[in-house]
């Protein structure tokens, strides 16, 4: 079983709807939870994080955590084209960052 | 503030061949990370450093590949031989923790073509 596993897509929405990733991750005692956004050719750029359970917002992201499920997604409202990216679920535990393959996505204008 | 630093930016060499790459934290950063990330996949992690003490390793080839910190700021990544298998790109990132705070800053990443 991977540490971290994630829809590696692709998944497409069209512009404007609200965009939703999926992340499971296997170790309970993780502590730390992020969201990251790739670029084709870019490294990774983090976007959320959220550390306990229930949800978090910023802008047109929202990030949920559920730990008893070990749970973790990331909406998008009102998706623009300019978010057609590689998104990466990211979980630390003991200072180790452990990474998801990653979901790429696609909006369609 | 200035981000992670990472050179070359590209590097294309045969197999058997050596390479290096150096990576310079983010100012203040005692946590320095190398990771290699395949085509497609996410980031795997092969060294972490704190200050200038490797704190895990575990997924780093040693056969072919090491790492170093000196001084605690900068460190290399070198490949010797290289294989055409560790054709990617190799992440640096430094991180500061703290009470609220555990995120890890990316660097622009060496894109590593080995023919």
């Known amino acids: 079983q991977k540490e971290v596993e994630q829809n590696s897509g692709p998944l497409s929405v069209p512009e404007g709807a609200i965009a939703s990733l999926n992340c499971t991750y296997s170790?309970?005692?993780?502590?730390?939870f992020f969201w990251y956004r790739q670029y084709s050719g870019k490294s990774p750029e983090l976007i959320m994080s959220?550390?306990?359970?229930g949800d978090k917002e910023d802008g047109r992201f929202t990030a949920q955590l559920n730990k008893a499920s070990q749970y973790v997604s990331l909406l998008i409202r009102d998706s623009q084209p300019s978010d057609s990216a590689t998104y990466l679920c990211?979980?630390?535990?003991?200072?180790?960052?452990?990474f998801g393959q990653g979901t790429r996505l696609t909006i369609n204008p | 503030e200035a981000g992670v630093a990472q050179s070359p930016r590209y590097k294309i060499i045969e197999k058997r061949q050596s390479v290096a790459f150096w990576c310079n934290p983010i100012?203040?950063?005692?946590?320095l990370y190398w990771y290699q990330q395949i085509l497609g996949q996410g980031p795997k992690l092969l060294i972490q450093?704190?200050?200038?003490?490797?704190?895990?390793d575990s997924q780093l080839p040693k056969d072919r590949f090491s790492a170093e910190r000196l001084k605690g700021v900068d460190s290399t990544l070198k490949i010797q031989p290289a294989k055409l298998e560790d054709s990617a790109v190799y992440l640096c990132?430094?991180?500061?923790?703290?009470?609220?705070?555990?995120?890890?800053?990316f660097g622009p990443g060496t894109r590593l073509t080995v023919l």
């Open positions: 100012s203040g950063h005692a946590t």
């Open positions: 959220i550390y306990s359970n």
């Open positions: 170790d309970r005692g993780s502590q730390s």
């Open positions: 990132a430094s991180a500061w923790f703290g009470p609220s705070t555990d995120t890890q800053y």
């Open positions: 990211a979980v630390t535990g003991a200072q180790k960052l452990v």
């Open positions: 450093f704190q200050n200038n003490g490797v704190v895990d």
